[in-house]
């Protein structure tokens, strides 16, 4: 893929998007020039089986409309079933060998925390990873502490070619220094739902 893809690369599920309409949210940050989109919905009461499909063939065709890729966190058959652009997978989900294998010319996103983790998505054909959290986060209750910018460095000097996303608390305010660690791009959630304007915040991301 290309590094360009992930510069601002919007993640949102049903139950991010306080009193909004989930695809009225997509649209907008569509609109406001997301270059990636990320389905994934998790929380108290997410969607499931027929719901959850429904939603992610909207999500899916509405990213086709704008020539955004489609990617679909975690859930494997999911993505496979409604044809997404590419699958987003943690270090406990399916390893990305066995997904690789039904996933022929798609995207594959891993989330890496060290270096040994680095070197296995790399090398078992992951074509992005996303680090993180940089910044404390209230998106993911389960997230890992902070780390900052160290590792991220490291991994841009590991690998200086490789798509590397950001993800964790970054705002308009902070992604400056994310980018300035070597990632290509930032990956938020609340701070496009929660966004009055999503138009200057993705341009803000975006440095503009």
């Not at 494997?76 to 590419?86: E, H, M, N, P, T």
């Not at 070619?161 to 950001?166: A, L, M, S, T």
């Not at 791009?185 to 341009?203: K, L």
Request: hydrophobic letters at 40%; one cysteine or more.
């Amino acid at each position: 893929m290309n590094r360009t893809d992930l510069a601002v690369y919007f993640i949102m599920g049903t139950e991010n998007c306080n009193n909004e309409s989930p695809l009225s949210v997509l649209e907008d940050a569509l609109k406001a020039g997301i270059t990636i989109f990320q389905l994934r919905e998790k929380g108290n009461e997410p969607l499931m089986g027929k719901e959850l499909e429904q939603f992610a063939r909207a999500c899916r065709s509405l990213c086709k409309q704008y020539g955004v890729p489609f990617i679909v966190n975690d859930d494997v058959d999911l993505a496979l079933k409604i044809d997404a652009d590419g699958i987003h997978v943690g270090q406990d989900d399916t390893p990305i060998e066995e997904i690789r294998e039904k996933f022929q010319h798609k995207i594959i996103g891993v989330s890496v925390h060290n270096k040994e983790e680095m070197v296995k998505a790399v090398e078992g054909g992951a074509d992005y990873v996303g680090i993180g959290p940089i910044f404390e986060t209230k998106s993911k209750p389960d997230a890992k502490k902070p780390a900052g910018v160290d590792f991220l460095k490291d991994a841009r000097k590991m690998y200086p070619n490789f798509p590397i996303v950001g993800i964790g608390g970054i705002t308009p305010f902070n992604a400056h220094m994310v980018l300035e660690a070597g990632a290509d791009g930032v990956a938020v959630i609340s701070a496009i739902c929660n966004s009055n304007n999503r138009s200057q915040t993705v341009q803000q991301f975006k440095g503009k």
